[in-house]
């Protein structure tokens, strides 16, 4: 180690290598630790985000694509459903749009209790320079409210986290965002 150190640092004494090795593990603990970046300045650093999701069946909501394969005994299994839904600042269906949802689920139980494989993409702008996509995948159940963030692109480049969900009302759901 003494002659490796000697031949790679033969300007600096074995202290210097040391305070220089400790400097440099700690340019690259401080760099890691900050928020990311993304194109624009925007930052990435906010740990949640709050939505609302307006669920109004019509237009542009495109129902079921595929029914399930025998409904009097596998209940829901292989359904497919689509979907494409506004998202708004607020609770009110008047509330200021902040994009739109779209994804299906897929149906996976052959019980009564209702399970569900949900794939989405949040389409994001709020008019104050954060914007972009956000990809959730999760398994959804009759007690199961969280999801997870699996990607994004834009403000949200490379965003890990889960979202958990709640009912506001049969065409309101509440999400809250929790990145990692």
């Known amino acids: ?49 709050e939505y609302y999701v307006q669920v109004v069946v019509g237009p542009p909501y495109t129902g079921q694509l595929a029914p399930p394969f025998n409904a009097n005994t ?21 509330s200021k749009s902040l994009g739109y949802v779209s994804g299906y689920t897929v149906g996976t139980s052959y019980t009564a209790t209702s399970h569900e494989v949900e794939v989405e993409v949040v389409s994001y702008d709020d008019g104050a320079g954060v914007n972009g996509t956000l990809s959730f995948q999760g398994l959804l159940g009759s007690s199961t409210d969280e999801i997870s963030i699996v990607g994004g692109s834009g403000s949200f480049r490379g965003a890990r986290g889960y979202i958990v969900t709640s009912m506001i009302s049969p065409n309101v759901y509440h999400n809250t965002l929790y990145f990692l």
């Open 1 to 49: 180690m003494g002659r490796s150190v000697e031949m790679c640092f033969g300007l600096f004494t074995h202290n210097e290598v040391l305070v220089l090795c400790g400097a440099a593990l700690m340019a690259i603990v401080v760099a890691m630790s900050q928020p990311v970046v993304g194109e624009g300045g925007t930052s990435n650093a906010s740990s949640s985000l």
């Open 74 to 94: 596998t209940y829901n299994f292989g359904a497919v459903q689509i979907f494409n839904f506004n998202i708004t600042e607020g609770a009110s269906n008047s």
